[in-house]
Nanobody
Framework: QVQLVESGGGLVQTGGSLRLSCAAS????????MGWFRQAPGKEREFVAV????????RYADSVKGRFTISRDNGKNTAYLEMNSLIPEDTAVYYC????????????????WGQGTQVTVSS
């Protein structure tokens, strides 16, 4: 049974930083590209970032480029999202997800999802 568990969310002021973690209970973790999505209140879930199985390739939403960094540690079965220069518009529930589709940016390409972690950025 595959399980993805996010952690690291919280309340932070504008300009602050947070690091989200996604711990995966799955075989062959490195086979999967790992993505982060977010969903703000009243809005659809949107793509944030994805990293390929080796960790060498990444893709970001324009809204987070230069501020967020996605990475992974295959030895720990964990993916990360480092978020800097946070702004109130980043407030959302953040979800990690796993896919076998290379660097996928759409939700329906992802096979497994975590429960999400809340990030709130105060102004």
């Amino acid at each position: 049974q595959v399980q993805l568990v996010e952690s690291g969310g919280g309340l932070v002021q504008t300009g602050g930083s947070l690091r989200l973690s996604c711990a995966a209970s799955m075989r062959a973790f490195s086979v999967y590209d790992m993505g982060w999505f977010r969903q703000a209140p009243g809005k659809e879930r949107e793509f944030v970032a994805v990293v390929n199985g080796s960790g060498r390739s990444t893709r970001y939403a324009d809204s987070v480029k230069g501020r967020f960094t996605i990475s992974r540690d295959n030895g720990k079965n964990t993916a990360y999202l480092e978020m800097n220069s946070l702004i109130p518009e980043d407030t959302a529930v953040y979800y990690c997800a796993a896919t076998t589709v290379q660097l996928a940016t759409v939700m329906n390409a992802y096979h497994y999802w975590g429960q999400g972690t809340q990030v709130t950025v105060s102004s």
